[in-house]
């Protein structure tokens, strides 16, 4: 849970005291996930949003030839879940699974709106949350619309270092939108 406490200081100038911080930490859920397990699987609704303590999970569809499109890969202090789902309580395109040993946060999203509105420290790091996640996803559509393979790779080892060691090259070339072979050919071009 101190991982969980120094994310929400780091994202927040409102003080958060540790009474507060006993009544945030009281509404997750810590759940352990092996490597492949499920967090969530297409077609269920998303119930809970994971922070991840300890691990790596990844977010991808499957598409009707079988082939795994990856939307989201998240390690320690990054967050997890399908958001449109989680919001609507719809059936997620999506499958959640850990692609190594995890430590997991869990939280509804009732939750997260009573104590945003109990705790203004929850609120704005929920704010800067989105800002964030808004300015990746443009950057991530810019990228996939308008530049070469070589300048999304580079991006994304320049923006996620951590992430290059963590996940295969076939995940990485799929989460950037080229294929395994374009990236192979990518890597061994002189820098």
Excluded at 74 to 97: C, F, H, K, Q
Excluded at 144 to 173: G, K, M, N
Aim: proline share 3%; hydrophobic share 35%.
């Amino acid at each position: 849970m101190e991982s969980l406490l120094t994310y929400i200081r780091k994202y927040t100038s409102i003080p958060v005291s540790e009474n507060d911080f006993e009544t945030i930490k009281s509404h997750f859920t810590y759940k352990k996930m092996r490597k492949r397990q499920y967090f969530l699987q297409e077609g269920e609704a998303c119930k809970h949003f994971a922070f991840i303590v300890k691990g790596a999970m990844r977010q991808y569809y499957m598409d009707e030839k079988g082939a795994e499109h990856f939307v989201q890969l998240a390690i320690e202090n990054w967050w997890v879940g399908d958001r449109e789902s989680w919001v609507m309580l719809t059936p997620s395109r999506y499958n959640i699974d850990a692609w190594e040993d995890s430590e997991i946060l869990l939280i509804t999203h009732a939750d997260v709106l009573k104590l945003s509105q109990q705790f203004p420290a929850l609120m704005e790091m929920m704010r800067k949350m989105d800002e964030r996640n808004s300015i990746a996803t443009q950057k991530r559509i810019t990228s996939a619309i308008s530049h070469t393979a070589e300048r999304r790779y580079a991006d994304f080892i320049c923006e996620y270092p951590d992430l290059v060691q963590r996940f295969p090259q076939h995940v990485i070339a799929s989460y950037i939108g080229i294929t395994k072979d374009t990236l192979s050919r990518v890597r061994k071009q002189p820098s």
